[in-house]
Every structure is written in C-alpha cells, then in structure tokens.
C-alpha cells in the first residue's frame, strides 16, 4: 500500500446514517397507501418507479419524492387525493431536515488518517443536500475534496482521478455499497474496502462476492486503520 495517496469515502451509510431514514419514510408512504395494495406490494412498486427514473432524476430525495407521487398516483389509478400528495412531498421534506447521525468511529478514523494521506468524499445525491449534510457533519475540514456525483460507474471515479491527478493504484475507495463504492474502482485498478450497513437499499445489491488483491471486507471503519497505518 505503499503508493497509496488518496482515501475517499462514500458518505451516506459510510460516514452516518442515511438509509434507515429512507425506509422510515417508505414504510409511511406505504401506510398512506394501504386503501390501494398491502404494505410489501407498495414499496415493490415504489422500487421499480424509482428504478425506472433513475436515469431522469437522479439519487437522492427529490427523486425519491417525485417517484412516490408517481407511485400514488399509478396505484390509484389517478384518483389519489391532493391532501395525501401534499402528506407525500411533507415526508419528503422532513427526509431533507433529518439530523445527521455519524456512524461510530467515524471522527476517530478521520482523525488519524488526516495528514497521512488526501482524504476526499464521493458521494451520490442531490447537490444541495449532500452540501447541507456535509456542513451539518461537523467533518468537512478533514476533506481535502468533495466530490458529489450523479453516478458511481467507472467513468465517474475516473474523472475524479483525472482531477485529483493520480493512478488508480493511488486511490482508495470505502464504501457501504458493492456494486457503487467497490466494484467499479476495482475494475479501474484502484483499491477498494467494503464496509458493510446493516440496511442496503435494494437497487445497491448484488449477489456476488468479490475476491480480488486490491479488495477489503471489514466489519467496522476503525478496522481499516489495521492496513493504513502501516
Ligand atoms: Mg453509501
């Protein structure tokens, strides 16, 4: 790890607690749904609208909001009524002004490894709420970069190499999700350590196990100070 010179981490369920507030707000729009279809049947289509939209809207809650009212509005057929769309964009708000919770050792970690090497952000989302959660983390003057982007695919980490100007043997990335955080690094010959959360959004999955010499699975953040301090 020698060369190494660069250590990004994604933020949301890296840095602190994202996806359970999402599934808060899920299993909410769900309860507004229960007249049209069960619990489970709300959320799967949920899913697959948020899928379908990706390529138009985006990660993050805007996206996420107007695939609700779009689920709502299939579901029932058009009949949904105002005052549950105007309950739909409320959830969606207050997903916006949820407190950020840093997940455990994750000062601790930045800490130690502030001054060893450059250490970035890389994240996906909306722009201006990635910005805000980042100013309300407290832990922006430990980045040398933040890099937020509209998709984790190889060409997205290339550019960010491409600005940071190094090799994808001097980059490592940490993450909580596989197929965003680790797979396509290593792909591009960069390393690349899973940190995993017990929530995954569905579409972030994947089946697979990786083996791979430039690839870590740890249980906890702290563990990686193991390697990175050598
Ligand atoms: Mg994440």
Redesign the pocket.
Known sequence: MNELKVIAF?????LWV?EPYFRETEDRFCELLEDYLPHHSVARELLQVEIRNINLYGYGVKGFMLSMIETAMELSQKTIKVDVIEKIIALGKELLEKPIVLLDEVEDVLQTLHGKYKLVVATKGDLLDQERKLRKSGLEHYFHHIEIMSEKKEADYQKLLKHLDIQPTEFMML???LK??VLPVLELGGHAVHIPYHTTWAHETIDSTIEHKHFKQVSSIKEVLSFLLK
Request: a negative charge; zero cysteines.
């Open positions: 994604d933020a949301d369920d890296t994202n993450g909580n999700s965003s955080d």
